[in-house]
């Protein structure tokens, strides 16, 4: 059972335009939210979370926005560049004593020149 | 941000051998270490997660007598997959954190298995 999802398992995106990925979870006890950005053959690095009782976070050119009616988070980047062209994984927080993070099955996004 | 390196990047093994690789936190303290492992186009998986002096907790479905995990200091954790078979061939990531459970995690860089 896929707790978090990332329907879209690609995204092609000009560059300077703005590049949102989504994901989808269904468990309503998960208390923070990260986004990864991961290359082929590399660990993923952390790139921006949010808390449950937020609705955004913005740090430079990323912006998570969080729905938890909804049960939906996006990421948006602008402008995107190509240097932006990875796997971006969105994560959970399983909450309680521990750390648990539940990953989705990631977006390819490719920015184009 | 911290450093976790894993060893090796990459290994080639035979049927029935057994691995080890090795996820260190290279500045800082990592109490609690977490085992990863990834197929091709799939999500990462939690396989186990251990803290430092004590028996790792491993998630459901993942044998712990196959995939032996050892934290015998704040600095190194190890993962050691006995009796390779080739559906283990997978990509396995650790990750470490420091302190209390609300830190933030940091990964590894992988360690690509083939078993043959």
């Known amino acids: 059972d896929q707790q978090v999802k990332q329907n879209s398992p690609s995204l092609s995106v000009q560059e300077g335009r703005i590049s949102i990925l989504n994901c989808d979870y269904t468990?309503?006890?998960?208390?923070?939210f990260l986004w990864y950005k991961k290359y082929p053959a590399e660990g993923p690095t952390f790139l921006i979370s949010?808390?449950?009782?937020?609705d955004k976070n913005e740090d430079g050119r990323f912006t998570v926005f969080l729905n938890k009616s909804a049960k939906h988070l996006s990421l948006h980047i602008v402008p995107s560049q190509p240097g932006d062209s990875a796997v971006y994984f969105c994560?959970?927080?399983?909450?309680?004593?521990?750390?648990?993070?539940?990953f989705g099955t990631g977006t390819l996004l490719a920015v184009q020149p | 941000g911290a450093v976790v390196s894993q060893h090796p990047s990459r290994v080639i093994c035979k049927s029935g051998t057994s691995v080890k690789i090795e996820c260190r936190s290279l500045?800082?303290?990592?109490?609690?270490m977490f085992w990863y492992r990834q197929f091709p186009k799939q999500s990462l998986m939690l396989m186990a997660t251990?803290?430092?002096?004590?028996?790792?907790?491993?998630e459901q479905g993942v044998e712990k007598d196959k995939f032996l995990i050892n934290h015998a200091s704040l600095t190194l954790s190890t993962l050691t997959v006995t009796s390779a078979h080739p559906e283990d061939s997978s990509f396995y990531i650790c990750?470490?954190?420091?302190?209390?459970?609300?830190?933030?995690?940091?990964f590894g860089p992988g360690t690509r298995l083939t078993v043959l």
């Open positions: 990750s470490a954190q420091a302190g209390g459970s609300y830190n933030e995690q940091f």
């Open positions: 468990n309503s006890m998960f208390d923070y």
């Open positions: 949010i808390s449950s009782i937020k």
């Open positions: 994560a959970a927080r399983a909450g309680g004593a521990t750390n648990k993070l539940i």
């Open positions: 500045d800082f303290q990592a109490t609690t």
């Open positions: 251990s803290n430092e002096g004590s028996k790792a907790t491993y």
